[in-house]
Nanobody
Framework: QVQLVESGGGSVQAGGSLRLSCAASGYTYNKYCMRWFRQAPGKEREGVAQINAVSRHTSYADSVKGRFTVSQDNDANNTLYLQMNNLKPEDTGMYYC??????????????????WGRGTQVTVSS
C-alpha cells in the first residue's frame, strides 16, 4: 500500500519561499509518477507539478513555472520535494502529494487513479 506523508507547509509573506517534502513508502519509485496538487478554499484541486521518476521529465502548471521546482530523491528515503520561491497570495492552499501508476505521467490536470497524502497547508500573505 502506497503511503505518502507531506510536510514543510507554513505561513509566509509574499515573495518568500517554502520547501515541501513528501515521504513515500510502500511502493517502487520507478513505477510511479510523483505529483503535487493543491486546493484553495472554494476551488477544485489542481495540478501544480509532477515528475517522471525514470526520465526525470517534469511538468508544471503555467501559474508556477519559473517559481516552483519539483524534484525526487530516490535514495532510501524516497522523498519528493517542491521548492516554492517568490510565493504569491494566490498560491495559498492545501498542498497534496500524489503517486500515479507510471512512470509516465498523465496530463497534469488529471487527478484520477492517484494515491494521495493528507496534505500540508501553505498560506501566503500579502
Amino acid at each position: 500500500q502506497v503511503q505518502l506523508v507531506e510536510s514543510g507547509g507554513g505561513s509566509v509573506q509574499a515573495g518568500g519561499s517554502l520547501r515541501l517534502s513528501c515521504a513515500a513508502s510502500g511502493y517502487t519509485y520507478n513505477k510511479y509518477c510523483m505529483r503535487w496538487f493543491r486546493q484553495a478554499p472554494g476551488k477544485e484541486r489542481e495540478g501544480v507539478a509532477q515528475i517522471n521518476a525514470v526520465s526525470r521529465h517534469t511538468s508544471y502548471a503555467d501559474s508556477v513555472k519559473g517559481r516552483f521546482t519539483v524534484s525526487q530523491d530516490n535514495d532510501a528515503n524516497n522523498t519528493l520535494y517542491l521548492q516554492m520561491n517568490n510565493l504569491k497570495p494566490e498560491d495559498t492552499g492545501m498542498y497534496y502529494c500524489g503517486a500515479s501508476a507510471g512512470p509516465r505521467c498523465p496530463n497534469l490536470w488529471y487527478g484520477g487513479n492517484t494515491y494521495w497524502g493528507r496534505g500540508t497547508q501553505v498560506t501566503v500573505s500579502s
